[in-house]
């Protein structure tokens, strides 16, 4: 440096300086070319956070399900089958009719509901209680000739009933003819079990025999010792 003219030292300095200027601007463009990256990763994540919490809001309806005479629910979100996946402000607008719905009776009946004038259906299923299980013991039962059947049902049963079974036991009698001498089977049906019983209808015997019958013998008896005291004389 010592042998270099003024010149030849100011146009060193002047070249130092210029890649100075570069080296430091192409670090601080580094930088900046390192921040749109970051910031595209951070805005693909939350699209993708936005994508995955995205709601569809199909109304899709459950197939409900209750036994007979029980109380049936006025809560909407009960009747949807997809209830998370359906925005809160959408869900306040849903209309519920259950109005064909009878909970006194079993079978299948239609519910629906409404938004924006548009209608969707749904099945609502009523059972029948479930019965007691029990065996029963029928009756095997003698009754007189022209005798009333009994229409109570425990007449022909032999376990004490409750009201409940009584109401679901069927009784036939369409093949007993009291008005004539005979065996005849019964049936009874409860919970899908069928049962069978006999009733014997008997004719009773008349007074009048019984005294016919009667004065012979005492005929017969009165011969019997005239017959012995003639032997005797």
């Known amino acids: 440096m010592k042998n270099l003219s003024q010149k030849q030292k100011r146009i060193i300095i002047i070249a130092i300086a210029f890649w100075g200027i570069v080296f430091i601007g192409s670090g601080v463009s580094m930088t ?56 809160q402000s959408i869900i306040n607008e849903l209309q519920l009719d259950t109005s ?4 006194r009776e079993a079978g299948t009946y239609t519910y629906t509901i409404t938004y924006k004038k548009k209608t969707f259906n749904g099945t609502f299923t009523i059972k029948e209680k479930p019965l007691p299980d029990m065996v029963l013991t029928l009756k095997n039962l003698n009754l007189e000739i022209g005798s009333a059947l009994s229409t109570d049902i425990q007449t022909y ?58 004065e012979e013998g005492e005929q017969e008896q009165t011969e019997q010792e005239q017959e012995t005291t003639v032997e005797e004389k």
């Open 157 to 214: 049963i032999t376990e004490p009933l409750t009201e409940e079974v009584k109401q679901n036991i069927v009784l036939n009698l369409d093949k007993v003819n009291t008005a004539q001498q005979g065996n005849y089977q019964y049936t009874v049906t409860y919970n899908s079990r069928l049962y069978t019983g006999t009733i014997t209808i008997y004719e009773p015997q008349k007074t009048e025999e019984k005294n016919e019958q009667k």
């Open 100 to 103: 064909m719905v009878n909970v």
């Open 32 to 87: 900046f070319m390192d921040k749109p990256i970051t910031q595209t990763k951070t805005k693909l994540e939350v699209t993708e956070k936005r994508i995955a919490n995205m709601k569809s809001n199909e109304i899709l309806l459950k197939a409900m399900e209750q036994e007979i005479d029980q109380p049936i629910s006025v809560n909407i979100t009960d009747y949807l089958e997809n209830v998370n996946d359906i925005d």
